[in-house]
């Protein structure tokens, strides 16, 4: 498959995703108008025409594309999407041993696609 670059890479999943709502026939402007981004930027990313860098593209679409058309969580770290009872297993797992692992649990405790309750801290002098 052909990129965005005309290079024979893949397009990123959550591209992919995006070609499949239109091949689907859905126009581009109702899947535009779902994940909240132009008509034309979308027309562009598809036909593989898009000006601007696709990381940047992929920081602010991935997720909600991944969630809205897969059902999934884009995982920052591994570049891809991951279904949420993955991801939340592996936010609430025990720290790793392994290197590897261990980059992606570090990496899983500060992202802001980690499910884990965020517990309110208690003011301090105030007891329940």
């Known amino acids: 498959m052909s990129g965005l670059t005309g290079l024979m890479l893949e397009d990123p999943e959550w591209l992919a995703l995006l070609k499949a ?6 126009t581009i402007t109702q899947v535009a108008e779902e994940i909240g981004m132009s008509r034309p930027s979308l027309s562009m990313l598809i036909s593989g025409t898009y000006p601007a ?13 991944l969630s809205k058309y897969k059902d999934q969580v884009f995982c920052p770290h591994l570049h891809t999407g991951l ?46």
Request: with cysteine; charged share 30%.
């Open 53 to 65: 860098r696709l990381d940047k593209v992929q920081v602010k679409y991935a997720g909600i594309i």
């Open 83 to 128: 279904p949420r009872i993955i991801c939340a297993r592996h936010a609430a797992s025990e720290r790793p041993g392994s290197a590897e692992r261990m980059r992606h649990w570090r990496a899983c405790q500060s992202c802001s696609q980690n499910p884990k309750p965020q517990v309110p801290e208690t003011p301090k002098g105030k007891d329940q």
């Open 21 to 26: 709502q239109v091949a689907q026939g859905r």
